[in-house]
Every structure is written in structure tokens, then in C-alpha cells.
């Protein structure tokens, strides 16, 4: 059973440019999640899609964006690109959810460098 | 609030010994779960090992094992025999039930193991 996948792996934009990451979930779930990993902040929760609905959102700024389709992949997008949103963007699928304790399974994760 | 703190940034041990990892945590929710992640250089999360709040013995999967006091709030989690593909960042976080599920992570003890 394929994992959760996420393209692309690595990516340079620069300031200013908009970029979009996509994320395939591991089949059957429903649940996509998006996590964003700083040095400085850790692991900081993006949003959460549940049947193309996004059901939750963490505090990150509007240029923060995302979308799931009706085959439960996922992509988000960030607008407008700051230096400070290089990152590893994490992707995370489950079965319902993460509200419902069920097991989350990350993909490797898609490196941003904003320069 | 809800939050996770793992107070050790990094941990050193011996191979074929063991080491304890500390998570403490705060939630005012009484039905929750808990998780250990490992994030090996690749920078995948992989799970280590679950336990759910409202179960009172302690999660194993094989060569780890957890020690979860409820009521002090504490999830620490012991390696036995550690071995060199050990060596990793360990993450612990808190996943709730309610409209804002998500994981919430600690700043994770990065771990190394010694031939």
C-alpha cells in the first residue's frame, strides 16, 4: 500500500512568488493534513481537509491556502512568499481524521526555499 | 490551551542500552491520545508507538515502550536495546478530540546512539 506522497520534494522561489504542494494521501483516507516545520517554531498545523471541506485552521496568515479534491488529494498554496516561509511542509493523511485519534501517517515532506 | 513540552533538546545512549525520553503535556480534555514520532535525517515522521487517555496500561511495540502517568500529565517513552537506526528526532504530541483536531507537538529531543 503506497504511503503518503508528496511533490515536489524540494523547491527554490523567490520572494514575492506564489508556490503550490501537492499531496497524495494513502488510499481509502479521507483526512489530509498540513503541517509546517520551522528550526525556530517546530511543528505548526496548517489546516486539516476532510471530503474536499476544510474543517479546521492553525494561525498562519491568509497567503496560507488549501484545497482537497474529490479523490482526497490535496494542495496548498502560499501567496505572496516571505523569507520566512522556508520550511518543510508536511502532509499527513488518516482514515477520519485527527480529531478521532486515529493513526497519521506523513509523507517525507516538501522542502521551500524562499530566497 | 493545550500543550506539549519535551524538556530534553537532546539525548545520548549508549547502543544495546536503554533511554527515557520525557513529554509532559496540558489539556483540560479528558479524552485525548498521545503519540511518540521519530523523524530520521529523511525528515519523515514515522509513529513509534500510541496510547490512548483512557486506557491505563502502558502502550509497547517492541523495543519501545511508554510510561504514561495521567495524572501528573506525563508521556515518557523508554528505547530498550537502542540500536544505531535509533538515532533520530523524537516527537511527542497530544491529539484531542473536538472541532480543532490536531496534533500538537512538542519541540522533540533529538537522539543520538553511540557504537
Not at chain 1, 21 to 38: A, F, K, N
Not at chain 1, 96 to 114: A, R
Not at chain 2, 46 to 63: S, W
Amino acid at each position: 500500500k503506497a504511503g503518503v506522497t508528496q511533490t515536489p520534494r524540494y523547491l527554490i522561489k523567490t520572494r514575492g512568488q506564489q508556490v503550490t504542494l501537492s499531496c497524495s494521501p494513502i488510499s481509502g483516507h479521507r483526512s489530509v493534513s498540513w503541517y509546517q516545520q520551522t528550526p525556530g517554531q517546530g511543528l505548526q498545523f496548517l489546516f486539516e481537509y476532510f471530503s474536499e471541506t476544510q474543517r479546521n485552521k492553525g494561525n498562519f496568515p491568509g497567503r496560507f491556502s488549501g484545497r482537497q479534491f474529490s479523490n482526497s488529494r490535496s494542495e496548498m498554496n502560499v501567496s505572496t512568499l516571505e523569507l520566512g516561509d522556508s520550511a518543510l511542509y508536511l502532509c499527513a493523511s488518516s482514515l477520519y481524521g485527527p480529531s478521532s485519534g486515529n493513526t497519521i501517517y506523513f509523507g517525507e515532506g516538501s522542502w521551500l526555499t524562499v530566497v | 490551551a493545550q500543550t506539549v513540552t519535551q524538556s530534553q533538546p537532546e539525548m545520548s545512549v549508549q547502543e544495546a542500552e536503554t533511554v527515557t525520553l520525557s513529554c509532559t503535556y496540558d489539556t483540560s480534555e479528558s479524552d485525548y491520545y498521545l503519540f511518540w514520532y521519530k523523524q530520521p535525517p529523511s525528515r519523515q515522521m514515522i509513529l513509534v508507538i500510541r496510547q490512548e487517555a483512557y486506557k491505563q496500561q502502558n502502550a509497547t511495540e517492541n523495543r519501545f515502550s511508554v510510561n504514561f502517568q495521567k495524572a501528573a500529565k506525563s508521556f515518557s517513552l523508554k528505547i530498550s536495546d537502542s540500536q544505531l537506526g535509533d538515532a533520530a528526532m523524537y516527537f511527542c504530541a497530544l491529539n484531542y478530540g473536538g472541532s480543532q483536531g490536531n496534533l500538537i507537538f512538542g519541540k522533540g529531543t533529538k537522539l543520538s546512539v553511540k557504537p
